[in-house]
């Protein structure tokens, strides 16, 4: 195994273990709750197997399921967002992700929070649309998934300048 792969399996663990041991029992007003477990999918490799970043998206959605007994809505919320991820970057850095150049570490602020922003309003609507399963109760909806959009995008962007920005 590789350092690199080493440091993957760390993230994903540390990730899965602060998501459920942490996040889980955070409930601001009854709705609002940080799903920082998406931060492994934001940062996964970009030069890697799609394949890979889907079935790895799926195990840690499944996981997160397994501890939160939600019956598979975050493996669904988790793969939906693996699978637009491309997107998401192409919009988000264009010419960089063309070339394969991202640098998560070394890209503007304003690029990066856009890039969690709209992967974050993506999986929180997947997953509040899944978890309530009725479209009359679309604003519930709309205010679960802007409201924790907000809270997950301020704290997975704190992480993420936290843990991976360049010493300068």
């Given amino acids: 195994m590789t350092s690199f792969a080493g440091i993957l399996t760390l993230r994903f663990f540390a990730l899965l273990l602060v998501q459920v041991v942490i996040c889980n029992n ?3 007003f009854g709705f609002i709750n940080p799903y920082i477990y998406i931060i492994f999918i934001f940062l996964f490799p970009i030069r890697d197997s799609r394949l890979i970043l889907l079935t790895v998206s799926f195990l840690l959605g499944m996981m997160v399921d ?20 491309p997107l998401l970057l ?7 992700y063309e070339h394969q150049s991202v640098k998560f ?3 503007a602020l304003g690029s990066l929070i856009g890039y969690v922003a ?3 309003l993506i999986h929180h609507f997947i997953l509040f649309t899944l978890e309530v399963f009725n479209i009359g109760n679309i604003l519930l909806i709309l205010k679960k998934t802007l409201f924790s959009s907000i809270f997950t995008v301020i704290v997975s962007i704190l992480i993420i300048v936290l843990f991976s920005r360049n010493k300068k």
Avoid: E, Q
């Fill in 118 to 120: 709209l992967g974050t």
């Fill in 105 to 107: 570490s070394n890209t």
């Fill in 66 to 85: 397994m501890f939160s007994d939600s019956g598979g809505v975050h493996a669904a919320a988790s793969v939906s967002l693996a699978y637009v991820r």
């Fill in 90 to 96: 192409k919009v988000s850095f264009g010419m960089l």
């Fill in 26 to 28: 955070i409930n601001f």
